[in-house]
């Protein structure tokens, strides 16, 4: 059985939006599946505490806050995980998703020399448009401007879950990004997908992926893939 670790910080626009996606398709996947357990650190309680308890016991740690090159952050900017400040058994052979600002520049590489099996996240700022109104502010996901940007890396989490190895998810993301950019008609929207698209980069074992049962996590070579050119 594998143990995911959500984390799901929700303090302002952002973090809501992202947030609410993650609650509506992917706990909902994970709850419905016998061979996935989740761990979900939910507001108040996403804070390094609870987080830095929570990943022990966690395979896979998925999640979405603002961060920066070195730094992910939960409820209210708490910091979760710093690069160079914390226990390596927090992250060593865990496979690691984050939908946040740049974390994979800087945390992602440390997260991986630091035992981790695999990493996804993004090396620039992960940016979005939303329709601010009452009704999306209480369902984030019937906003169809935010749909655009945020489905993209729910599809490749949802592939994460099926079973997909770390390569087959990266694939499945930057393919769900094209289709967004080929079928967008506004230029500036069309430039923020090609942005968070070049954004996104795979770290560790090509091959790593939810284990299935009691089966453990596949092991293999390390790559990096994706190019170095808001959350």
Same mark, same amino acid.
């Given at each position: 059985? +594998?143990?995911?670790? &959500? ?15 993650? =609650? ?5 996947? *994970? ?9 979900? &650190? ?11 308890? +929570?990943?022990?016991?966690? @395979? ?14 939960? %409820? ?20 690691? =998703? ?46 169809? $401007?935010?749909? =655009?940007?945020?489905?993209? /890396? ?6 994460? &879950? #099926? ?14 990004? %094209?289709? %967004? *950019?080929?079928?967008?008609?506004? /230029?500036? *929207? ?7 698209? @070049? ?5 560790? #074992?090509? #091959? ?5 049962? @009691? ?13 170095? =050119? $808001? &959350?």
């Amino acid at each position: 059985m +594998s143990v995911i670790t &959500l984390c799901l910080p929700s303090f302002d626009p952002p973090t809501r939006y992202m947030s609410s996606f993650l =609650k509506r398709y992917i706990l909902p996947r *994970i709850i419905t599946d016998s061979s996935l357990r989740s761990i979900a &650190l939910y507001r108040c309680v996403d804070q390094r505490m609870p987080f830095q308890f +929570s990943t022990r016991y966690s @395979n896979m740690i998925i999640g979405t806050g603002h961060g920066d090159s070195a730094t992910l952050t939960g %409820q209210f900017m708490n910091v979760l995980w710093e690069t160079g400040n914390y226990d390596p058994a927090e992250c060593e052979g865990k496979i690691i =998703k984050f939908i946040s600002c740049e974390t994979g520049a800087e945390l992602g590489p440390d997260l991986i020399r630091s035992g981790a099996r695999a990493f996804q996240g993004y090396t620039r700022i992960f940016a979005f448009y939303a329709e601010l109104n009452l009704r999306h502010l209480l369902l984030p996901w019937l906003d169809s $401007t935010a749909r =655009k940007f945020l489905m993209p /890396p729910i599809e490749s989490t949802m592939a994460l &879950l #099926d079973g997909k190895t770390n390569e087959e998810v990266y694939d499945i993301e930057i393919r769900a990004w %094209q289709h %967004q *950019i080929d079928t967008e008609d506004d /230029p500036e *929207i069309r430039t923020i997908l090609e942005h968070n698209r @070049n954004s996104l980069v795979m770290m560790g #074992d090509p #091959d790593a992926r939810v284990s299935s049962g @009691n089966a453990p996590l596949r092991q293999g070579g390390c790559s990096c893939r994706g190019e170095n =050119k $808001t &959350l």
